[in-house]
C-alpha cells in the first residue's frame, strides 16, 4: 500500500520547513514505496497546486525542488507502491485532482471498474489511469460537485465501494481544497 503525509500548518512557511521532521523518514520508505510520487499545495493564490512524477521519490530532483521551493500553509504527500498488475505511469499516480480539489488514496478495491456505474460516461471519460484511486477520486468529486461536503462525500463513495466491491482493504484517504485537509 502507498503512504501518504498530511500537513496544516497556522502559517505559510517553505514546505521543507513545515515537514522538516518527517522528511526523511518519509522518504526512507520511497525505497519500497518506489512507483511515484505526488505533492499537493495550497498556493498563495488560494488554488490547489499538484506536481507528480513515477520516479522514486527520494531520487527525483523534482520532489526535492517542489519541498525545497513551494511556500505553503496545507500540503499533501504521496509515495505509490503500485497494485500488481497495474503500470508505473504518470497516469496511475497520485495526487488526483486540479485547482479546487487534490485526493489521494491509499488501500485497494477490486475490481477497480464496481465504480463506474456512479460515475458516468463523463467522468469515465476524464479517466488518465487505471487505478481504484483515480475512480474513488472521480465518485468523491462528482458528490462534490453536485453540492455534498468533501467528507460526506468520501464516507457516502466509501458505503458504496463496501457495497459493491468484491474486496476492498484501507479505503483511506486524504482530500485537500484550498480550505480544508
Not at 45 to 62: C, G, I, M, N, W
Not at 66 to 93: E, F, Q, W, Y
Request: hydrophobic share 40%.
Amino acid at each position: 500500500m502507498c503512504r501518504m503525509l498530511g500537513v496544516v500548518a497556522a502559517a505559510r512557511a517553505p514546505l521543507s520547513t513545515l515537514i522538516a521532521d518527517d522528511l526523511d523518514p518519509y522518504l526512507g520508505l520511497a525505497c519500497e514505496h518506489n512507483n511515484g510520487w505526488g505533492i499537493a499545495t495550497v498556493s498563495e493564490t488560494h488554488t490547489v497546486t499538484t506536481a507528480k512524477e513515477h520516479e522514486r521519490a527520494d531520487l527525483s530532483p523534482e520532489f526535492a525542488r517542489v519541498v525545497r521551493k513551494t511556500v505553503t500553509d496545507a500540503a499533501v504527500l504521496h509515495l505509490r507502491l503500485a497494485s500488481p498488475h497495474i503500470p508505473v505511469t504518470h497516469g496511475n499516480t497520485h495526487l488526483f485532482g486540479d485547482e479546487r480539489i487534490a485526493f489521494a488514496h491509499y488501500g485497494g478495491f477490486r475490481p477497480p471498474t464496481c465504480l463506474d456505474s456512479f460515475l458516468g460516461p463523463e467522468a469515465l471519460a476524464t479517466t488518465q489511469g487505471d487505478t481504484d484511486s483515480e475512480r474513488f477520486y472521480l465518485a468523491v468529486r462528482r458528490r462534490i460537485d453536485d453540492g455534498m461536503r468533501p467528507e460526506k462525500a468520501i464516507a457516502a463513495t466509501a458505503a458504496d465501494i463496501h457495497a459493491v466491491a468484491d474486496q476492498y482493504a484501507s479505503l483511506n484517504c486524504l482530500l485537500l481544497t484550498p480550505d480544508a485537509l
